[in-house]
């Protein structure tokens, strides 16, 4: 893994030249394909020397880390190593704007903040803002809304659908390690038997076979659940217990790293780039 440094500070001439540059990169939306060429015409390396933005540009890599293990935004096969998902595809698009090669490196829930601030430019994966992350990085414009909701066994919707019924010494509720599904389920759960999964590749296993009967994530996972688990369905994906955003992880007080990114996100939004990551996924 290498180290990269983070930026010692950013002058706020450097942060109004270098937003300058990266809105006049933006200027023509809407087409196919926008991203890549108006942020490699945008000429923003000279003007924020100490942004992650000029060490992207200048090394022409860009360090992701991403956990890998939370479909349908981030995974790496354990076989092939291989890495897919929606954010592994819009961190290849950023990667791509930038004319920087993609270098993921694989971190764990409780480690994404420090990995992401000793070893990378950026951290996704379906990453939800909370405030303890928000005091340690910043976070990029929301990527998608989200709320915690249960995926169970097919049939069984109706006696997991409230908050009250799973918190009951009867259901056997898993979680995994080290998220806001951990805390969700300390904070609502107390009655109930959690089990504290490590591996989040095959959670969803505990529950087909019986091992457990509820587990509660986020909407967005509950609906790739029961794309791709014909045993599984998600119980009120529209209607969560409650709300949060998703969004990416970047280092604080880099100003123009953070406009890049956001005006990237609006450009991907908008051109396909997105919709086309996500259509993989949900169908």
Not at 190 to 201: F, I, S
């Amino acid at each position: 893994m290498i180290t990269r440094s983070r930026p010692a500070g950013i002058t706020a001439a450097a942060v109004a030249v270098g937003i300058a540059a990266v809105l006049t990169g933006c200027g023509s939306q809407g087409q196919e394909g926008t991203t890549s060429s108006s942020f490699a015409s945008a000429g923003v390396a000279p003007t924020a020397q100490h942004s992650h933005l000029d060490e992207v540009q200048r090394e022409g890599r860009i360090q992701v880390c991403t956990t890998g293990d939370y479909r349908p935004y981030t995974y790496k096969d354990p076989k092939s190593g291989e890495w897919s998902g929606i954010d592994v595809d819009m961190a290849r698009s950023l990667g791509k704007s930038l004319g920087a090669e993609v270098e993921f490196v694989q971190t764990s829930w409780a480690n994404v903040v420090t990995d992401m601030d000793a070893s990378c430019d950026i951290a996704v994966g379906g990453i939800s803002y909370t405030t303890d992350r928000a005091q340690k990085a910043a976070f990029s414009d929301t990527t998608s809304p989200d709320g915690k909701t249960p995926v169970v066994r097919c049939g069984e919707e109706e006696k997991y659908d409230t908050v009250a019924e799973i918190n009951k010494p009867s259901v056997k509720v898993v979680t995994p390690l080290g998220g806001t599904n951990e805390k969700f389920a300390d904070k609502n759960f107390p009655d109930a038997q959690v089990t504290k999964y490590k591996d989040n590749n095959t959670i969803f296993d505990q529950i087909v076979d019986g091992t457990a009967d509820v587990m509660v994530t986020d909407a967005s996972e509950t609906r790739w659940v029961a794309h791709t688990h014909p045993e599984l369905c998600s119980v009120h994906p529209d209607k969560p217990f409650d709300h949060f955003d998703k969004g990416y992880l970047l280092p604080q007080g880099d100003t123009v790293w953070e406009e890049y990114v956001d005006n990237w996100l609006d450009i991907a939004s908008q051109d396909g780039t997105k919709a086309a990551a996500e259509e993989k996924w949900y169908g």
